[in-house]
Nanobody, 120 residues
Framework: QVQLKESGGGLVQPGGSLRLSCVAS????????MAWYRQAPGKQRELVAI??????NYGDSVKGRFTISRDTAKNTAYLQMNSLNPEDTAVYLC???????????????WGQGTQVTVSP
């Protein structure tokens, strides 16, 4: 019963920046982890960034360029993407590791994705 909705994707020139947002809604009790994945045509889905509490980890290809953050009050995760290059072109998906009741088990929830295209 956790719903995720991404926004902020679009077309950007190489070297530019975008900021993605992921808003969580529904009957969740706790979102332990939020993450961003991406998937480009012909490629496997890869982890971009993941955050649990204040601990963030990044995929090697984006480390130093992307920053994940969370606003708990707004139930929102962000992905600030700087120094974009064409290899960053992909559908970016938000993922949450969440439960819906106290002491209940956790499950993965996915958003629909937002397209990011980096092109001259």
């Amino acid at each position: 019963q956790v719903q995720l909705k991404e926004s902020g994707g679009g077309l950007v020139q190489p070297g530019g920046s975008l900021r993605l947002s992921c808003v969580a809604s529904g009957n969740f009790f706790n979102i332990r982890t939020m993450a961003w994945y991406r998937q480009a045509p012909g490629k496997q889905r890869e982890l971009v960034a993941i955050m649990t509490d204040d601990n963030a980890n990044y995929g090697d290809s984006v480390k130093g360029r992307f920053t994940i953050s969370r606003d708990t009050a707004k139930n929102t995760a962000y992905l600030q993407m700087n120094s974009l290059n064409p290899e960053d072109t992909a559908v970016y998906l938000c993922n949450a590791w969440a439960n819906t009741a106290y002491n209940s088990g956790y499950s993965h929830y996915w958003g629909q994705g937002t397209q990011v295209t980096v092109s001259p």
